[in-house]
């Protein structure tokens, strides 16, 4: 067999690297028992000399020696395998996440050496070794195996976000007697050569879209069409927003189409950051482009459909009006008909997006089918669960059996009539007879009728009648333990309900500072409103995000008795994050002793195990919770004391945590609630640690210890941070260098290869930079991060000015080839171009949104921004000033003789200046037209 198993001694030599790696790091933390075997293993190991590095080389250079000393490694391997394996199995007994360690240094191992050039030169090598190496894989398939790990290696996926995650497993499909046309329809859909792009599933909470996403996702699946599913969910922090939406798409259509994996190692080896860029970037390169390139592989009818689930679930209303945009030019593929089936409740974000998208996409409000179908659907589903209830009950208690027809089809007919349209209501109350924390099915069925009251019932008052039979039952006994009650409830069930990721009772228990005896009784019976797992690390869940949105409406503050008052909740979670990291943070928290150990080469469990997730989640959103609340913070809050003592050891955390970036924003957001007046200290100590972070953050992310090493050493002397943290400097360093008195005026440098720069812009909030480049593109800057954002590209020349509009949304450029162009931020798009001008503008400014001014004239901008119109000479304002001419609404009015060319020009309503070469200003007055 071609190449019969060079390829699986590489592995092997590279696997058993990361065994020797991953057993050193064991040993030196905790195992006792196994060490005896392991000296005599690593003794061994040593002697064979085997090095990831030595492996490499011997594979670049092949000769007599280094088949010689490769023979002498596959001996040396297989003499070692036993004894690995004996040793491993003692490992895995004492770390049940041994196996995991492994896979994951595995990984690292594989992802670091090879870069696709050399795996081409690896593949040449190893077909020369085949005749000297005999195991039982085969070269290609190997290799392929490899790229597509290093491809998946590289792709940051949300956890969780497809539509068959173990997390979501137990998620309701649509029962099979519910929503059978609208299933159909779907299918022709996608299946339909001519159909549109984008399926757009629209309906209100609660009506069951998820459900449909689902349901639809698997049915896609089984057909081989599903070529990735993503499910938004607010509270979940990788799925509440888009950064990793397309890295996750990504990664699972390389899964689907290995044929892929190529294209989208190609474009990360081009820009390893792309998989943070903008979300434009993102798709493009490692969506987009790749699925074109398959174009010679693919026969050309293949359909692959992408499930979008919640867009309004994602955070940043821009993100998803540029999701919709990006995945409406899908339709331009023509290797493949990628189809994007996307589900939303009507928000204005997503209707903006659909707006800019018009004739594009097909879609159903799902709340707008008629009643008498949706009641039908609910009530097939209530039959099927009811009957289920009553044979369940009916197991369980024989002497207290209910009727056989129980409860009877007009009782389904009401309380499908009570639901409609709403599925979560029918969820819910199917849930709560059925949990037996409470008394008899019959009872708690009638309890829920109570609520049944008239039909005119609006949206939020069906929530009450979802939520409040539920809940009223918890109010009973006097009215002090009422009270005590709801105390408990405000004091457990709110943080639950706002958290920004969900935590299991053990941890809520730590962050709470409650005891987990009484999370457990207060959460005993919530079981059909939220879903509490046996086990107390498994995290607490809403069933449903309504359940949130019923117990926070603030037109219910005086009516709901379980009213939770978010500000106050997300103020209470934040102190107790404050006091929590207070107690837990320290120098040097994973005892790791050498300041300069990479983060890379951490044992994640060694992190986890001095970083528990209540103390991540303290670290990663406070900031968060603060901000909710709409605290102010003046000098000697809580969040001064603390960062005077724990500032350092905070960013020590969150580089271990792998989040040191998102301490720019929690700082920027710090100060955004700094109080005027009382604050000089903190407002000082905010500044100083936004300038140590631009600073520092690049070390500190590879280097956790170099916070105390680098950092302090090379911080301004007047810094306060040094200042505060002097004392913590690496007892290795004895005297310090001298740095700079103070920070320099340069606050970050945003760096790229070559090139310079012929024009530059700030955005109007100061988050963005547009720099223009001598290649003609522009780019945009992240100010905050200093991450390169996007690339526009289109002129055919260098380009004189920049300027953004005031909202910031569009980005105009002028150059010299004679064109402005207006882009859109958020989506990259170019939206139009103005000609018809002869001169050079060098100078642009966005007037009131409606004109542009440039140095020679205004240009009219009011038409549609969706309008990708070029060169139309009506694009020039009222009063234009050519090199040549004057111009109106876009037509020639005034020939200018030589002298009377301008070299500055300003115009004002109808009155023109024009600086003449002779140094005389030459003025125009034209009539208004009628
Ligand atoms: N066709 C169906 N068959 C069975 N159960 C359903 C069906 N549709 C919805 N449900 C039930 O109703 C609950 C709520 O539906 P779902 O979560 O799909 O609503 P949604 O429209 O996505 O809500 P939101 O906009 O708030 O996310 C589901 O958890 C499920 O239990």
Known sequence: MEGVGAASSIIAVIELSAKVASLCVKYSTAVKNAKPDIERLLRQLKGLQITLLGAQELLKSPNGKSLKTAQELVDGLSNCESQLKEVQSKLDKKFSKGQKVMTKLGFRALQWPFQSKEVDSIIKNLKRFRDTLSMDLTVDQKVVDVSQMFVLSKLP??????????ADEHDARCHPETRTELLKDIDEWARNPKGKGIFWLNGMAGTGKSTISRTVAQSFANQGLLGASFFFKRGERDRSNAALLFTTIAAQLVLKEPGLTSHIRAAIEADPSVTRKALKEQFEKLILKPLENLRDRLDDTKTIVLVIDALDECERDNDIRVIVSLLSQAKSLSSIRLRAFLTSRP?????????????????????????????????????????????EHNDLFPNRRLPPDWPGSQTVRDLAKMAVPLFIFAATVCRFIRDPAWCDPGDRLAKVLEYQSGTQQSEIDKLDATYLPVLDRLLVGSEASKRSLLSEFRMVVGPIVLLAEPLPIRSLARLLGVEEKVIIRRLEPLHSVLSVPASPTSPVRMFHLSFHDFLVDHNKQGTNPFWIDRGATNEKIATRCLELLSDHLKKDICDLRIPGTARADIESSVIDSHLPSYVRYACLYWVHHLQ??????????????????????????????????????MIKNLQGLVSPGTSSTVSAFLHDAARFILSFRQIIDLCPLQTYASAIVFAPTTSIIRGLFRNCVSDLITLLPRADLEWDACLQTLERDKGWISALAFSPDGTALATAWDDWTVQLWDIATGEHQQTLQGHSDLMTALAFSPDGATLASASYDKTVRLWDIASGEHRRTFGGHNSTLRRLLFLDGNFLVADRGFLRITHSPADKSTDQEADIGPLFVGDKWIRQDGKNLIWLPPKFRAHAVAVHGSTIALGLASGQVGFFRLARKE
């Open 628 to 665: 909710q609340s709409n605290t102010r913070i003046g000098d000697g809050h809580q969040v001064h004391t603390f960062f005077e003592r724990h500032f350092l050891h905070w960013l020590e955390a969150l580089s271990l945590l792998g989040k040191i970036s998102d301490s720019v924003r």
């Open 347 to 391: 928000e204005l974000p997503v209707r903006l997006g659909f707006n800019t998208i018009k004739g594009r996409y097909q879609d159903l409000v799902l709340h707008e089918i008629p009643n008498p179908i949706i009641e039908h659907d609910i009530a097939a589903y209530l039959h099927f669960e009811l009957a289920s209830i009553r044979n």
């Open 157 to 166: 996926t949300a956890n969780d976000a497809a539509f068959d995650s173990y």
